[in-house]
């Protein structure tokens, strides 16, 4: 039985959530500080589920504790699934707050507002010769304008995107509420009835 992961992410909210969800198996997830290695990889995919893998392989190669990687973001339906893999990297260097107001300016007068979130989570455990990729997305709107309310919950978009199953954003749920839905929570969802049927 699996009961430690690495998770090869630079992103300390991505580990949060995902320790608390799997932590319900017993499956402890370890950050890269925790092990003492650094991820430094190139995004050169073009699907979630590319980049995903790059992830979770580079960090792999280093270790024969098993690893997980999540490659994820922000896909809006008038932009043709922009930011999508690139949502990290949109307006570089800027906070997350100017980041979601240039959304907001791009999407002034637009009424068609539909967006999702998608996360593909990668698994390699090197021992037992499995790699596996498991992708889920969650539906959602983006709001029309700024809320600065909504800034204390989540990260990154949250505070932006209206999730339909919650009635509320993402900023504004809690972290079980957000998990209960999410992309990572679908997605790692998969990831734990994959590990239950084969562990
Ligand atoms: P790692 O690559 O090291 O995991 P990262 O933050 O750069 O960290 P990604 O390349 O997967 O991760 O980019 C994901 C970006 O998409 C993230 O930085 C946010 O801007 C956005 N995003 C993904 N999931 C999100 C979520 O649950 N809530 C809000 N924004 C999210």
Redesign the pocket.
Same mark, same amino acid.
């Given at each position: 039985m699996v009961d430690k992961i690495i998770f090869a992410?630079?992103?300390e909210h991505?580990v949060q959530e995902v320790r608390k969800m799997l932590k319900k198996i017993n499956v402890k997830v370890l950050s890269l500080n925790d092990v003492g290695l650094k991820?430094d990889s190139k995004?050169t995919g073009v699907t979630f589920e590319e980049n995903s893998h790059i992830?979770a392989s580079d960090i792999s190669r280093k270790t024969d504790i098993p690893v997980i990687?999540?490659?994820?973001?922000?896909c809006i339906d008038t932009f043709h699934g922009f930011p999508g893999s690139f !949502?990290?990297r949109f307006l570089d260097g800027h906070s997350y707050i100017d980041k979601q107001k240039e959304i907001l300016n791009m999407l002034e007068d637009i009424e068609i507002r539909d967006a999702h979130?998608t996360?593909s989570v990668t698994y390699i455990n090197k021992k037992e010769n499995i790699d596996k990729t498991f992708t889920a997305e969650v539906p959602g709107k983006i709001i029309k304008e700024f809320d600065e309310a909504g800034q204390n919950g989540?990260?990154?978009?949250?505070p932006i995107f209206y999730s339909l199953e919650l009635k509320k954003t993402?900023g504004r749920a809690t972290e079980e509420e957000k998990n209960s839905v !999410?992309?990572?929570g679908r997605a790692i969802a998969k990831f734990v009835q994959f590990l239950e049927e084969n562990n």
């Open positions: 992410t630079s992103n991505k991820i995004e992830k990687a999540d490659d994820s973001g922000l !949502s990290a979130f996360c989540g990260f990154g978009y949250d993402f !999410s992309h990572r």
